[in-house]
């Protein structure tokens, strides 16, 4: 079989699949353009290197390779599985006889029978994946949703594709392996591993902004959880800007009230997917995020949301997945 995606963190999603040992890897396109030459800006070569260092760390054989799908005459295999992210973009993945989908987002791809009841979050999700339908037809889809909110759910809904189960001990155990080697090469991962208790902020640092130290004075005012553990002094702190608007330590302080501060020191560490970091340790941490699908996740238990004013378009997109966690915790109601 052959995984065809864009970004680490669908590659992270891959970690489900039984089979993976045997896949072969494909990274495509993380430009939209045909006029852009692939792999010549430094971001591209960062998230080729730490793809690279995960596609290792799965299997010591394999190899990733790229794919140019904007490429008239590129080989493409017949069977692959395809990343969701790439699908509306590239008519060549029509090529490809047989596609099973992975998400690279939380969105619900396999609905079950009790969506039904909340109409309008059915209803978008329906456009959703009718949107996928008209590029390419999946035969199945993996459901990787369901598997990271440990939703046992049966009752699935005749749908487009089929739903596909992804496994949650063997992910969590590729997880722990693929962190591992990613700290022997990266200060970031190796850092938060050794920690005791981390506290994990994960946010977009938009130009003009608050710097990191206004941020954090601001959530130690609003957040007696947070100020109970920089008063302990147990614990460190790990702050993974979002890779949309790429930002490293700089001059930033290595300290905060006496709790070490930790930045990722290049790209490529801010690269590394969040999902790795969530799901790389034994016991919950404290997580301090903006809204994010890596926060549908069991394991984010004890969360600090950043708020932010276009969170309540998410919530129309997300009500499905919301749904999955209530054993757990509702996100629309901690960010509401």
Request: proline share 5%.
């Amino acid at each position: 079989m052959n995984l065809i995606f864009r970004l680490p963190q669908t590659l992270i999603r891959s970690l489900g699949i039984s089979e993976l040992d045997n896949y072969n890897f494909f990274l495509a396109n993380t430009i939209r353009s045909t006029k852009h030459i692939i792999n010549s800006t430094e971001v591209e070569k960062s998230i080729f290197r730490v793809a690279t260092e995960i596609v290792y760390a799965i299997n010591k054989d394999s190899r990733l390779n790229y794919l140019n799908l904007y490429e008239e005459n590129a080989v493409y295999p017949l069977d692959a599985t395809v990343d969701y992210n790439l699908i509306q973009s590239f008519e060549n993945l029509k090529k490809i006889k047989k596609i099973s989908l992975l998400p690279y987002d939380s969105l619900v791809l396999n609905p079950e029978k009790h969506d039904l009841i909340y109409m309008k979050s059915f209803l978008k999700g329906i456009k959703d994946c009718f949107t996928v339908w008209k590029f390419v037809k999946p035969e199945v889809c993996y459901n990787w949703i369901d598997m990271i909110t440990k939703n046992e759910t049966k009752n699935y809904l005749p749908w487009f594709w089929k739903p596909q189960k992804l496994d949650l001990k063997l992910y969590l155990s590729r997880v722990k392996v693929v962190a591992k080697h990613l700290a022997l090469k990266y200060e970031f991962m190796n850092e938060f591993l050794k920690a005791y208790d981390p506290i994990y902020i994960q946010y977009t640092k938009y130009p003009g902004a608050i710097n990191l130290t206004d941020r954090l004075d601001c959530i130690y005012e609003s957040s007696e959880l947070f100020r109970s553990k920089i008063k302990n002094k147990n614990c460190a702190i790990f702050v993974k800007p979002h890779r949309s608007v790429p930002y490293i330590k700089s001059e930033e302080p290595e300290y905060y009230k006496g709790v070490r501060l930790f930045l990722p020191n290049n790209l490529d560490e801010l690269l590394i997917p969040s999902e790795l970091f969530i799901n790389s340790k034994e016991n919950p941490f404290l997580i301090i995020s903006e809204w994010s699908s890596s926060l549908f996740n069991f394991q984010v238990e004890t969360l600090i949301p950043i708020k932010n004013h276009n969170d309540k378009f998410d919530f129309m997109r997300m009500r499905m997945a919301n749904r999955r966690l209530y054993k757990y915790f509702d996100l629309e109601d901690i960010f509401a």
